[in-house]
């Protein structure tokens, strides 16, 4: 597995943790909770301070689409009155955090990064993780850029503009939750909200230097989020930490009834397992399929596998039809949830996501159930893999991040576009529901993810181990250069 | 260990979709502008080909659908 890398390795991790916060410019929610609940800052200082620093940076990295400044002022100032009565705090109290705008945000419409949901009306109540992760303390700034109706790995979005890499302005954050990459790898929020269909988390993790959750599918609900396509969809966080990740995580486990699809399985929570650490896990590099091809990507998993101690590797059978068929079902169930507006409306989508949705429609049907019926197939057969490993590592993504409206990149020999193919190693992933967390490796110029893929229910195997390699100074969300 | 190829990203020969574009939109209620028939064409064509590589993988029978995973 050894790979030469042509990149420069800065594996020094940014941490503020003994520096006097002033601004919580790059603080973590963790820091900002304790912070917060100690008394050593406001929740609405924090929330001030964050409302001016998305004023002042947003224009570059064009991650926000709305701010709620007025609802996360009064919402800081209800947990500072909390604290003053001496009541008890959440665990992110006066953490800030922004979601996807297909997030629904009571007085907004969920734009779900298009122009026709511009005349929706306004939402009448929060999306459910939103509620869960403000009961734990944490208070919503805003909503994020997307790339249209979350059918994209580019973050580009031709309604809003392109959110913009932290690290490298010119260049994508990828999709298609790119307003939460930039956000939260540009230090405007240290938590996010996404959606993940076919790595819409992992993707925009990997391109920004930051880390993503996408849990097993059903374990945290949807209800009212707008919908991709609905056998697939996924929602989670991005944070500049393992820890932050699983603090957000545990906010927001539980069954709701609100979405059809979300598990009756019990909270689970992460965050005091994180401690323990990689010790009697048994890891594997997934080959074959997703054998690395850049200096970059074999670098990054041959840094995060050695720490692992992970020297064997592993076969996912049928990874490359797993995609295909994660493809095929994406553009039919797409289409079929967008009949209609293709319908009346065809001329206001993107015509890059017309023009894909359009073909899903015609796709014939006979073939969509027999990619429904290879998943069943697929699932049965990675389950098997992990009698003997608890965890794979993959990678993220095939690159580091492409300029903007950059069409192609170079994979190996070959030249594939770069927006139906920077989910490559991602799809077969989340085709049946594994939980994942993308990691950064820290490389200059630019960072790249590597992905520790758990079985379902053992998010608590991927964030230990993502939480040992932070620990190790493997892997770190770096503080952008510019 | 070798990395397989992405097939996709092989040449294919090119298939005649003009009529099953024209059938579907018609079936379908969609109105397409005539600039639009290529990117059209070329995304049906992609998932053409990743459907082809789905559909010769064989199961049996009595294989059932996963249509909404539960993990």
Not at chain 1, 238 to 247: G, I, Q
Not at chain 1, 270 to 285: F, I
Not at chain 1, 361 to 385: G, H
Request: charge should be neutral; aromatic fraction near 6%; hydrophobic fraction near 45%.
């Amino acid at each position: 597995m050894n790979s030469p890398s042509p990149t420069t390795p800065n594996p020094q991790p940014y941490f503020m943790l003994d520096t006097p916060a002033t601004d919580f410019d790059f603080s973590t929610a963790s820091e900002t909770a304790t912070a917060v609940a100690s008394g050593r800052t406001s929740a609405v200082r924090v929330v001030e301070a964050t409302l001016a620093r998305i004023r002042e940076r947003d224009p570059v990295l064009n991650s926000f689409t709305a701010m709620t400044e007025h609802r996360a002022l009064l919402r800081a100032e209800a947990v500072d009155a909390t604290r003053a009565r001496g009541e008890p705090l959440g665990p992110l109290a006066g953490v800030p955090f922004a979601v996807k705008n297909l997030f629904d945000v009571t007085g907004l419409p969920t734009l779900a990064g298009s122009k026709i949901n511009r005349e929706m009306p306004p939402a009448t109540r929060d999306a459910a993780l939103i509620e869960r992760l403000e009961t734990a303390g944490a208070i919503l700034v805003g909503a994020l850029n997307m790339g249209e109706y979350a059918y994209d790995f580019t973050g580009e979005n031709i309604h809003d503009g392109a959110s913009r890499n932290p690290h490298d302005h010119d260049r994508m954050t990828g999709g298609s939750s790119g307003g939460s990459g930039a956000a939260v790898g540009g230090g405007l929020v240290p938590l996010a909200l996404g959606s993940d269909t076919n790595g819409s988390i992992r993707v925009p993790s990997s391109l920004c230097g930051i880390f993503g959750l996408k849990p097993t599918y059903g374990r945290l609900t949807r209800a009212r989020t707008f919908p991709f396509a609905a056998s697939l969809d996924h929602l989670g966080p991005f944070a500049r930490t393992a820890r932050d990740l699983a603090l957000a995580y545990d906010a927001m486990q539980g069954f709701d009834a609100d979405d059809p699809a979300c598990a009756r399985h019990p909270i689970e929570p992460v965050a005091p397992l994180l401690e323990q650490g990689a010790d009697g896990l048994r890891v594997a590099v997934a080959a074959g399929y997703f054998k690395c091809n850049s200096g970059e990507t074999c670098y990054a998993i041959d840094r995060v596998s050695a720490a692992l101690g992970a020297n064997r590797d592993i076969e996912i059978p049928e990874a490359e039809r797993a995609r295909s068929a994660a493809f095929i079902i994406t553009a039919s169930e797409g289409a079929s949830l967008h009949l209609n507006r293709l319908r009346t409306r065809a001329r206001d989508f993107d015509p890059a996501v017309r023009d894909r949705l359009l073909a899903g429609a015609m796709t014939p049907a006979s073939l969509v159930v027999k990619a429904q019926k290879f998943r069943r197939w697929y699932r049965d057969e990675v389950l098997k893999l992990f009698t003997d490993v608890d965890a794979i590592l993959a990678p993220a993504t095939p690159c580091t991040a492409p300029l903007i409206g950059q069409q192609t990149f170079m994979f190996g020999d070959t030249e594939l576009p770069v927006r139906a193919n920077l989910g490559l190693y991602t799809q077969p992933i989340s085709f049946v529901g594994l939980p994942v967390v993308a990691v950064p490796v820290p490389l200059v110029p630019l960072p790249i993810g590597v992905q520790i893929i758990a079985a379902p229910w053992r998010e608590d195997v991927a964030l230990r181990l993502a939480h040992a390699l932070e620990t190790k100074g493997v892997v770190a969300a770096m503080r952008p250069a510019i | 260990m070798k990395r397989k190829p992405i097939r996709e990203t092989k040449p294919h020969k090119p298939v005649p979709l003009d009529s099953l574009v024209a059938a579907s939109a018609q079936a379908l209620g969609l109105t397409l502008d005539p600039s639009w028939q290529a990117g059209v064409k070329f995304n049906l064509q992609l998932i053409l080909r990743h459907a082809a590589l789905v559909d010769e993988f064989p199961l049996p029978d009595d294989a059932e659908p996963a249509a909404v995973f539960h993990a």
